[in-house]
RNA sequence: GCUCGGAUGGUGGAAUUGGUAGACACGUUGGACUUAAAAUCCAAUGAACAGCAAUGUUCGUGCGGGUUCAAGUCCCGCUCCGAGUACCA
């Protein structure tokens, strides 16, 4: 029987299925091992090979582990709330749980055919009642939940009321809106419900806020950042202004501290852990008070560099600071309102990404130094972010480079404040080593001493304060959108309150359309029966809302981040109705060992997990700080596209390289169409798209090659390739060896199915191993040489070491050499056979189960015991040692490796090559490492 | 700009603490088998030069320096490419 890898992988794949073969226990005396990917979006386009590049890897890892006598728990299931699916939706009026599912079954089906390991019996889907039911359950804790600095976690919101009614809210460390007022106990106690429900949702940790956003009028949403290009929406070109928009919020700014130290304590690469450093984004400085003049306000501004405040010269807020319109002098008012208007209308990544131009008005105004009690004149300029601090920075231009442009721009004096520093080209910002001059109380402190020094004084005159800042601002939770999680949340009197558990979950209601409604609401707006009645707590038609009884429920959904932020939970206790995870489950499988997935999600996903996790923890739902104990990120797999070159102006198409100087354009041609030696099969070229069914070709020796350049692969530029037609025409395991032979897991590269004869042509020599020269299946019994124990061992040693750093490309390479070792020495004893197939069932499942049936097993190979490597079959002799001449190779000479240096030295200078070599030299110097080299210097 | 990666034959990539650069595979070339093709098997294959040949010499890991008996690997200074992030006070 020759190697029928469809037959085979086809039976294994139900026989797993069949058996559970995969199925995690939640009783078990194995230790546990817990290997995730990231959750996958099923979008229609299904999966190309780019897709299980991560999956593969993990799947490899998970059944390694189940060789070594872990309890395996491998999950998959679908993230499947998500746009896509909504925008078809508008597009055909397809509701998007029927496209979901459709595509869900695609996903489902390709995953399955590449035979991976997941226990599918946990499979979940963030649009499951029954699992969003405990994504609205959490939304419900963390309202019901605010910060204490002091305690240094989350804490119930009652405990804060109770804590409010005794002392009020002066002494209490907690994270809350800057805008909070203080109140005594007396105070809160004379407070009607609803200003106390107004306060405490200052405390939430997760609240309702106004915040600023993109707004599109046309499009009736918000858009995010990346959805906005030049200024207008990336889909259709509409306009996006900045508006204010009550929305919900999750106070994540309030774990900055703890998501910064929990990186020290998880195995993720530095880069990833560099990215949510940087998204943090945490500086030490102080909060400094400006009075302003002839009025009773303040501008509080924080800097990272108190020590430079004698060299402030002028003040900057953000056109969109509260005070701008407060403090601007009549005479400016009409310059100052227009710079306002106008740079409220670029979106904030325009402003960022326009660095180079200088622009600001002066506002008339003038503050007080706190020291000198000199004037500082008051600017605003859009180079300073309302979001970030304070949204106003006191210009130190000697000491900053954007003060110093713009105090260069506008001929504001600059002052140097700094000992034996040159600033007359450009600013200082050294810190280290640098000393303070013209500063009166700071002259001639070093940077160090001189921070202390000036928070310090602030603090004795009451204008400032040491204070820590972080750029992670808290996270906007609504969507305007229907495909997604509803809040389970109604409105009385405009005050949020929360549906009890036991009614949850909140289903999403029936639209007619999946568009924003015509006065502006989100898509929600368009339900019917969506109203809360509040004595049968249920969801009722919305014309019965009387705000006594039945009331208005939130028309926002939650974004994707919501049900993939806690999923890893999930998988440990799918099915439990009453919990989202029970305490023994969570406290058997722990966290996630190993996580795979693409860089993408730095910071987001990856960040706002570690939040939840942190969250339900301090709430006491969770015993683990992190969600992801270890995490790799695979590199992309680029699609190698191909391009055929148009005349310009005819339907002419020229083989490549007789282009020559004619002007031709350069079209994306599907890669199906093209063979691995570039040339493209004309007759089905002409059928793949009507215009060019009478297209002409010139050829070059009869045939048309094409171009071929590496891009990302999508659908648009015709390069995806379809792990379906590869698993048919070579296999699964054909597959899943060759993708992680391409290269390093972490590494971007291309695809290019060239290669894959290669490794289909390695399982062939296997399967031959294995069966006579009549395909017939025959092991002997007895004693295997020492050469093919030696090749066995030497294998175990390198492919255990290989998964154990993640380096499955150079473990295919190792299997390769073995089994070419193992034909050259005809070896076909169990002895070596046996352990070789356990050894390659993580990379090639199938055509081990089917080996290790042959061999008279009766049960799957997936558990059965590693091979262990014994070094007493890998001990040498004799080493090949390259002799060197200056650095040299030139020779290797075999010598037994219990030589002494000086033996060794002997025998090698004794040697006639070596005479030759030197040509009657004398060495200066023979350097001799045993067991390696050696060097002869002369 | 900043941060983090990366650069090795025609191609994808190997090379453990500095110790035989190019494993393994693709491709290419030649050969065997075949009426022929496919499949399979065998051999050669970094470049240049010399030689009928075995072989030998020189050059070679993005560029320029350095350390060392010895550098793809370590140090200093650059160039280019990729990813992330972006006026963060």
Redesign the pocket.
């Known amino acids: 029987m020759r190697y029928d890898f469809n037959q085979i992988e086809k039976k294994w794949q139900e026989y797993w299925a069949k058996n559970q073969t995969f199925k995690a226990e939640d009783n078990s005396d194995k230790p546990k091992y817990y290997v995730l990917d990231m959750f996958p979006y099923p979008s229609g386009a299904g999966l190309h090979v780019g897709h299980p590049l991560g999956y593969i890897a993990s799947d490899i890892y998970a059944r390694f582990k189940r060789h070594k006598g872990f309890n395996v728990l491998h999950p998959q299931g679908y993230d499947s709330f998500g746009l896509p699916a909504e925008q078809y939706a508008i597009q055909t009026g397809q509701h998007p749980a029927l496209t979901t599912e459709a595509n869900i079954n695609r996903y489902r089906e390709q995953l399955d055919q590449i035979g991976f390991s997941f226990d599918w019996s946990r499979e979940v889907r963030t649009s499951d009642p029954q699992y969003y039911k405990w994504t609205q359950w959490i939304f419900i804790l963390l309202f019901k939940s605010w910060y204490d600095y002091s305690a240094d976690r989350a804490r119930p919101i009652s405990e804060l009321e109770d804590l409010f009614s005794s002392e009020g809210n002066r002494d209490i460390k907690a994270a809350c809106d800057e805008d909070t007022e203080a109140f005594s106990a007396a105070d809160w106690n004379n407070f009607s419900s609803e200003e106390k429900q107004r306060i405490l949702l200052k405390y939430r940790l997760t609240y309702l806020a106004e915040t600023e956003v993109n707004w599109c009028p046309q499009l009736g949403t918000v858009l995010a950042?990346?959805e906005i290009v030049n200024g207008v929406s990336e889909r259709g070109g509409y306009p996006v202004v900045r508006k204010k928009m009550t929305q919900w919020s999750m106070r994540i700014s309030a774990y900055a501290e703890r998501l910064l130290q929990g990186l020290n304590d998880i195995d993720w690469?530095?880069?990833?852990k560099?990215?949510q450093?940087?998204?943090i984004?945490k500086?030490v400085?102080a909060l400094v008070e400006f009075k302003v003049q002839g009025s009773r306000f303040k501008v509080p501004?924080?800097?990272?560099?108190p020590d430079t405040i004698f060299g402030v010269t002028f003040m900057?807020l953000?056109p969109e600071h509260d005070l701008v319109e407060k403090i601007t002098k009549p005479e400016q008012k009409a310059q100052v309102e227009a710079y306002v208007e106008a740079s409220a209308k670029r979106s904030?990544?325009d402003?960022?990404?326009?660095?180079k131009?200088?622009?600001g008005v002066f506002t008339g105004a003038y503050a007080e130094h706190p020291f000198t009690k000199e004037p500082v004149p008051i600017w605003i300029?859009?180079?300073?972010?309302?979001?970030?601090?304070?949204?106003?920075?006191?210009?130190?231009p000697c000491g900053?480079?954007?003060?110093y442009?713009f105090a260069g721009h506008f001929d504001i004096p600059i002052k140097n404040i700094f000992k034996d520093v040159d600033i007359s080209d450009e600013a200082f910002s050294g810190k280290e080593g640098t000393v303070i001059a013209n500063s009166d109380f700071l002259n001639g402190l070093e940077y160090k001493t001189a921070l202390k020094k000036a928070i310090s004084e602030l603090e004795k005159i009451g204008q400032g304060k040491g204070k820590t800042?972080y750029?992670l601002r808290d996270a906007v939770f609504s969507r305007q959108r229907y495909w997604g999680e509803p809040f389970p949340v109604y409105y009385v009197n405009g005050l949020p309150q929360m549906i009890e558990k036991e009614h949850l979950p909140l289903r999403l209601p029936e639209v007619e359309k999946y568009l924003p409604t015509e006065t502006g609401e989100p898509p929600l707006g368009n339900a019917i029966e969506w109203a809360w009645n509040t004595a049968k707590n249920e969801v009722v038609h919305k014309d019965l809302i009387d705000h006594n009884v039945v009331f208005p429920l939130e028309l926002n959904t939650m974004p994707g981040w919501a049900g993939s932020s806690w999923y890893l939970f999930r998988y440990m206790d799918p099915h439990n109705e009453e919990e989202f995870v029970s305490e023994a489950a969570q406290q058997y499988w722990e966290n996630v060992d190993l996580y795979i997935g693409g860089?993408?999600h730095?910071?987001?996903h990856l960040l706002y997990s570690r939040f939840w996790t942190k969250f339900l923890k301090d709430r006491g739902f969770l015993t683990v700080d992190e969600p992801f104990k270890k995490l790799i990120n695979q590199g992309?797999i680029l699609g190698t596209s191909a391009f055929v070159y148009r005349l310009e102006g005819e339907n002419k198409f020229v083989s490549k390289h007789l282009i020559g100087d004619q002007s031709v354009q350069p079209i994306h041609a599907d890669v199906s169409l093209v063979n691995?030696?570039d040339e493209l099969d004309i007759e089905e070229f002409k059928k793949w798209r009507p215009e060019f069914a009478d297209a002409e070709f010139v050829t070059e020796a009869n045939k048309y090659i094409v171009g071929r350049e590496v891009e990302?692969m999508s659908k648009s530029k015709y390069n995806v390739v379809n792990p379906d037609d590869i698993c048919e025409d070579y296999g699964a395991d054909t597959l899943r060896m060759y993708e992680m032979?391409?290269?390093?897991l972490?590494?971007?590269?291309?695809w290019?199915t060239?290669?894959?004869?290669?490794?289909?042509?390695?399982l062939?020599?296997l399967w031959?191993l294995y069966h006579d020269e009549h395909n017939n299946f025959e092991v002997k019994d007895g004693k295997a040489s020492a050469e093919s124990l030696k090749t066995l061992h030497k294998t175990i040693k390198?492919v255990t070491?290989?998964i154990e750093n993640f380096?499955f490309?150079?473990s295919?390479?190792?299997?390769?050499?073995c089994v070419?070792e193992l034909?050259?020495q005809k070896c076909n004893f169990r002895e070596v056979l046996e352990p070789l197939v356990v050894l390659i069932a993580p990379y090639a499942p199938h055509i081990a189960e089917e080996l290790w049936q042959k061999l008279g097993h009766d049960t799957s190979v997936t558990t059965a015991v590693y091979p262990v490597c014994e070094e007493k079959h890998l001990v040498e002799s004799n080493?090949?040692?390259?002799i060197?001449f200056?650095?040299?190779?030139?020779?290797?000479l075999e010598l037994p490796l219990d030589m002494t240096p000086q033996e060794i030295e002997q025998t090698v200078m004794a040697h006639e090559?070596t005479q030759q070599?030197l040509q009657g030299r004398t060495p200066k110097?023979v350097?001799i490492?045993p067991g390696?080299?050696?060097?002869i210097?002369g």
Do not use: C
């Open positions: 950042n990346d690469t530095e880069s990833l560099e990215s450093r940087n998204w984004g500086s400085g501004v924080f800097t990272t560099r900057t953000a904030e990544r402003r960022m990404a326009d660095v131009t200088i622009s300029g859009d180079y300073v972010l309302a979001g970030y601090g304070t949204g106003a920075v006191m210009a130190v900053d480079q954007r003060d442009d800042n750029r860089s993408e730095a910071t987001g992309m691995a030696s990302k032979f391409l290269g390093p972490e590494q971007a590269k291309p290019n060239a290669g894959i004869t290669g490794v289909h042509n390695f062939k020599k031959k390198k070491e290989d380096s490309n150079t295919v390479s190792t299997f390769m050499i070419n034909s050259a080493k090949e040692y390259p060197s200056n650095g040299k190779m030139r020779f290797t090559k070599q110097k350097i490492v390696k080299i050696v060097n210097v």
